[in-house]
């Protein structure tokens, strides 16, 4: 018999010896295909597949009914400990159980929504059924309330209503908990968009509510109005959602945010129900209130482990609908001969352009983070380490800049590197453009390396000794790559007829993100991104140390190795938010001697 586990260790479960004999119930839900030589189970949270012998497929349709009806025991009991058939039950039984297939039966029928998720059915029903759950509606005989009512009723919990303090018509907040509530849920309805709050305390979720509301109440009212029909069911989706959270939260339940394993919610941040009228539906989003952003509850994630990871904050940050960036997207722009990303703020857009689309996405995240605090915020990054070799290298690239007379590196250098060749190859061959690659190592006794593209002509519409691009690198190689690359990028978004007032260079930052458990062949060099990525990624440490020397960037390290007063910046909420959601601010402050 084998089975298909989802966790390291289940594929194998012994069966439990022979003692009193357990009755156990199928958890409400459970579907079954039966097989030749096996079946196929599977759940709310789980599946498994029993393969191995013809006889299965009978061994269940004896033991189906019984499971599902939680009347086990006594078909237990008629077979006989240590015969085949009984360890054949009994090991069926334990594979049912390691996936979470199967509960005690309990003495009691409980609701089936609650077998169906809960680790212990009693109780969990048990404390639903005690919560006496008030219903504070601006509109207490409203669609909204009633659909509350109606659920939370259903759901097995006591019932009141109660008119609002300051609660809007369309919005309702469910309160569980006797003086004190403990728990708390909102529900509101804002022209064709509606919203559903993360379970919390009463004045936290009227926070949340609120400030959703502001968001998604539109400026103008919908035309033409909803059907009637279409605000009844939408009043009930909301409504159900409110109360399906609420008692989840009461009876020790699984949030419903958590169970549907979408991977755009971040784990360890709370989750609102957005919704929409046109057409009909409802998804969740993270989302961080401003109540839950306060310094004495505040929730904060551990910096991101890969790039993947970052990109999946940044999709939270910029989603249309509770975000507070635009989303950088490669939209309509081409990818080659250089993957781009833009960033559409209101006074310009932010442009990236990278050896792979999603360190160009990061780029033009951090660089519109950055855009939007201003002068007080000297860089954001995905880790401290990202965010410190932004401003190094911002920093170095001001104050090494070559004077004019210093002799430049011999090419013999820079274009032996692969990517620096490809890159050269790519602005001055592919694109046609006329430009001259200088690399100036900064100072003799340090391994860092600026190097500058200038325009040598007058070129796709550049003007006469423009910088197209520039760099600062741990070799002549990466930094002239690094610098022919943001010339490509730069050329080719001129092409683009875009009014990009914040270009955003590439360089070597984010390089240990991009190749966390990255597997590279042995034949993989410096001439494919990932191998050479990898090579930048080990300098960066001995980088950060010659350009904190060289510019005089200090910080206060901490257990984050950073210091980040956010004091000194102007947008206090979104500082907020972005160290909630890992990303590091460096201050202009930080780092000054």
């Excluded at 910096?303 to 939270?316: D, M, W, Y």
């Excluded at 081409?334 to 360190?359: E, I, K, N, Y």
């Excluded at 003007?463 to 490509?488: I, K, Y």
Aim: with cysteine; net charge negative.
């Amino acid at each position: 018999m084998t089975s298909d586990a989802p966790e390291p260790g289940s594929e194998s479960v012994p069966a439990p010896a022979p003692g009193p004999v357990t009755a156990w119930r199928l958890r409400p839900g459970v579907a079954v295909t039966l097989l030749r030589n096996g079946l196929h189970l599977r759940g709310r949270r789980g599946s498994v597949t029993l393969e191995g012998s013809t006889a299965l497929p009978a061994l269940w349709r004896l033991l189906e009914e019984p499971l599902r009806t939680g009347e086990s025991t006594e078909l237990l009991r008629q077979a006989e400990a240590g015969s085949s058939v009984r360890k054949a039950l009994d090991t069926l039984i334990a594979q049912l159980r390691a996936h979470d297939l199967i509960v005690e039966a309990p003495a009691d029928p409980t609701p089936d929504w609650v077998a169906a998720t809960a680790e212990r059915p009693v109780e969990a029903a048990s404390a639903i059924a005690a919560a006496r759950v008030q219903v504070l509606a601006g509109a207490v005989g409203g669609p909204l309330a009633e659909a509350a009512g109606r659920a939370l009723s259903q759901g097995g919990a006591s019932v009141s209503y109660a008119a609002g303090r300051a609660l809007p018509a369309g919005a309702v907040l469910l309160c569980a908990g006797e003086g004190e509530p403990r728990w708390a849920v909102a529900a509101g309805v804002c022209g064709d968009a509606g919203y559903v709050t993360a379970p919390g305390g009463p004045e936290q979720v009227r926070a949340d509510a609120a400030a959703l509301a502001a968001r998604l109440t539109p400026a103008a009212p919908p035309s033409p109005p909803s059907p009637p029909w279409s605000s009844a069911a939408f009043a009930s989706l909301l409504a159900g959602s409110a109360a399906h959270r609420l008692l989840c939260a009461v009876g020790g339940l699984p949030d419903p945010a958590s169970e549907g394993d979408d991977q755009r919610l971040l784990p360890g941040l709370p989750a609102v129900l957005v919704a929409g009228v046109r057409p009909l539906r409802a998804d969740y989003h993270t989302w961080l209130g401003p109540d839950r952003l306060d310094a004495d509850r505040r929730v904060a994630l551990d910096p991101a482990r890969t790039l993947a990871e970052a990109l999946g904050r940044v999709s939270a940050l910029g989603d249309e609908r509770t975000g507070v960036l635009p989303s950088p997207l490669p939209g309509d722009l081409r990818q080659l001969p250089v993957p781009l990303a833009a960033c559409d703020l209101p006074d310009g857009t932010v442009l990236a352009g990278a050896p792979r689309l999603d360190l160009a996405r990061l780029d033009a995240f951090c660089r519109a983070a950055e855009a939007r605090l201003g002068g007080a915020c000297r860089a954001v990054g995905a880790t401290p380490s990202h965010a410190w070799g932004r401003a190094l290298r911002r920093s170095a690239a001001r104050t090494t800049a070559p004077a004019p007379g210093d002799t430049p590196l011999p090419s013999a250098l820079w274009f032996g590197h692969p990517q620096a060749r490809h890159w050269w190859t790519a602005l001055t061959v592919r694109q046609g453009v006329r430009a001259r690659l200088e690399v100036f190592r900064v100072r003799p006794d340090e391994d860092a390396y600026h190097a500058v593209v200038h325009n040598a002509g007058q070129d796709v519409g550049q003007d006469l000794g423009q910088v197209l691009g520039r760099a600062v690198e741990a070799t002549p190689g990466d930094a002239a790559a690094f610098a022919a690359l943001s010339a490509v990028a730069a050329v080719s978004a001129a092409g683009e007829e875009l009014t990009v007032r914040y270009p955003c260079g590439s360089d070597g930052s984010a390089a240990a993100l991009a190749t966390v458990d990255a597997r590279t062949a042995a034949w993989e060099d410096n001439g494919w991104t990932t191998g050479w990525l990898a090579d930048v990624a080990r300098r960066e440490p001995a980088l950060h140390t010659a350009l904190h020397r060289l510019t005089g960037l200090t910080g206060l390290t901490g257990p984050t190795g950073l210091r980040a007063d956010e004091t000194a910046t102007q947008d206090h909420e979104l500082v907020a938010l972005l160290r909630a959601f890992g990303f590091t601010v460096l201050t202009a402050e930080e780092g000054e001697r």
